[in-house]
Every structure is written in structure tokens, then in C-alpha cells.
């Protein structure tokens, strides 16, 4: 590998540390003014105004089952890095795995750092711990593993899609506030790009690999 492509390497992990650093801060921060604020204004008008679309609930009821529990916390990683294993991807696999674990670590330090209740007019069972959104945290970290991997503008697209449709599923049965679901998308996102910025180089050697 040339000099110029290990700088650009280095300097492509580099962004991706500093801006999953920025993004997991902006969560902290966004936790730290719901919690001194009595109200949040969006939050109320958004719990109310989501039920005009009532007729979505269908699909986010599959959405939340997708998105949560034992599907999102083992299949769901463990299938993605059987697929890239198949595909002669093991730093993907390993990237994939070690992705979807620090989101979800950075998720539960999140909510039990501030204990957020969940709207009262939840149509769904889920634990404690409103803020962050873990549906939506999931649904970011995919995406970013899937950009990851395969650095494509319809990739980002299908992945962007994802998360929108996650983040308003969780309104849409009234797990989460609406800023649960920025929060989980910031965390999401960050906690992805924090962990891809240490496999970079490996993952930027596979990709070149002759035989892809």
C-alpha cells in the first residue's frame, strides 16, 4: 500500500473517530437538557400529532419487534456477520459484531445515566429507560456497518430510510418521545463510527484484497 493510501486511511479513521466522539457528546448533551427541563414542547405536540398516523401501527408493531429485544440483539448482528463471513469479510464480521455491542453498551449507560420515564400511553412492552431510543440506536448503527462496508449513495439512502422509519415507529406506539429517538440516533451512530475508526485500516486492506 502507497503512502498516499495510508494517509488517506489514516485520515478517513480519523474523521470517523472525531465525528462518533461529537455525536455520543451530543446525545450526553441532549440527555442533559431533557433532564433539566420540565417539559420538552416537541416531545407533547409530537405524542399527539404521531396518532394521525394510526394506520401505520401495523407495521410499526412489526418494526418493534425488528428493532428490539432477542431479534435486534443476537440474530440480527450475529446473521449480518455470518453474511459477510460468506462473503470473505471476517474484519466486517468482526466489525459488524463489535459495533452492534458498543451501541448497545453506550445505549444502556445512556439510560441508566438518566432514567427517563416512557409516555404513559405506551401500546407496547419495553423496560426502563426512555432516553436513549435502543430501536432507533440499533437501526443507526446498521446503518452506518452497511456504508461501512459498502461505501455506496444508495446504501446511505436505504440506510437513512431505516432509521427514519424506526424513529417514527417508536413514537408511533408511544414507546419513546420524540428526542428518544434523536438521542438514539445520535448515540447510534456515534458509538458505529467510534468502533469503525479502529478497524479502518483492516477493513480498507480487505477491501482491496486481489480476490474481491
Same mark, same amino acid.
Given at each position: 500500500?502507497?503512502?498516499?493510501?495510508?494517509?488517506?486511511?489514516?485520515?478517513?479513521?480519523?474523521?470517523?473517530?472525531?465525528?462518533?466522539?461529537?455525536?455520543?457528546?451530543?446525545?450526553?448533551?441532549?440527555?442533559?437538557?431533557?433532564?433539566?427541563?420540565?417539559?420538552?414542547?416537541?416531545?407533547?405536540?409530537?405524542?399527539?400529532?404521531?396518532?394521525?398516523?394510526?394506520?401505520?401501527?401495523?407495521?410499526?408493531?412489526?418494526?418493534?419487534?425488528?428493532?428490539?429485544?432477542?431479534?435486534?440483539?443476537?440474530?440480527?448482528?450475529?446473521?449480518?456477520?455470518?453474511?459477510?463471513?460468506?462473503?470473505?469479510?471476517?474484519?466486517?464480521?468482526?466489525?459488524?459484531?463489535?459495533?452492534?455491542?458498543?451501541?448497545?453498551?453506550?445505549?444502556?449507560?445512556?439510560?441508566?445515566?438518566?432514567?427517563?420515564?416512557?409516555?404513559?400511553?405506551?401500546?407496547?412492552?419495553?423496560?426502563?429507560?426512555?432516553?436513549?431510543?435502543?430501536?432507533?440506536?440499533?437501526?443507526?448503527?446498521?446503518?452506518?456497518?452497511?456504508?461501512?462496508?459498502?461505501?455506496?449513495?444508495?446504501? !446511505?439512502?436505504? *440506510? #437513512? %430510510?431505516? =432509521?427514519? $422509519?424506526?424513529? &417514527?415507529?417508536?413514537?408511533?406506539?408511544?414507546?419513546?418521545?420524540?428526542?428518544?429517538?434523536?438521542?438514539?440516533?445520535? !448515540?447510534?451512530? *456515534? #458509538? %458505529?463510527? =467510534?468502533? $469503525?475508526?479502529? &478497524?479502518?485500516?483492516?477493513?480498507?486492506?480487505?477491501?482491496?484484497?486481489?480476490?474481491?
Amino acid at each position: 500500500m502507497s503512502a498516499p493510501v495510508d494517509d488517506e486511511v489514516e485520515t478517513t479513521g480519523l474523521q470517523r473517530l472525531v465525528i462518533g466522539v461529537v455525536l455520543i457528546v451530543l446525545a450526553i448533551g441532549l440527555g442533559i437538557q431533557i433532564t433539566l427541563e420540565v417539559d420538552i414542547d416537541i416531545d407533547d405536540w409530537w405524542n399527539s400529532f404521531v396518532d394521525v398516523f394510526s394506520f401505520l401501527r401495523p407495521l410499526a408493531l412489526v418494526l418493534n419487534f425488528l428493532g428490539g429485544g432477542w431479534f435486534a440483539t443476537f440474530v440480527v448482528p450475529l446473521g449480518t456477520a455470518a453474511i459477510l463471513l460468506a462473503l470473505r469479510r471476517p474484519w466486517g464480521a468482526l466489525f459488524a459484531l463489535c459495533a452492534s455491542a458498543g451501541s448497545a453498551l453506550i445505549v444502556q449507560v445512556l439510560k441508566a445515566m438518566f432514567g427517563r420515564a416512557r409516555p404513559e400511553d405506551m401500546i407496547v412492552v419495553s423496560d426502563h429507560g426512555s432516553y436513549p431510543s435502543g430501536h432507533t440506536a440499533n437501526a443507526a448503527t446498521l446503518a452506518v456497518i452497511a456504508v461501512v462496508i459498502v461505501p455506496r449513495l444508495w446504501v !446511505a439512502i436505504v *440506510g #437513512a %430510510a431505516w =432509521v427514519f $422509519a424506526m424513529a &417514527f415507529s417508536r413514537t408511533g406506539v408511544h414507546a419513546h418521545w420524540f428526542t428518544d429517538t434523536v438521542g438514539g440516533t445520535l !448515540a447510534g451512530l *456515534g #458509538a %458505529a463510527l =467510534v468502533v $469503525a475508526a479502529f &478497524f479502518t485500516p483492516a477493513l480498507d486492506r480487505e477491501a482491496r484484497r486481489p480476490d474481491r
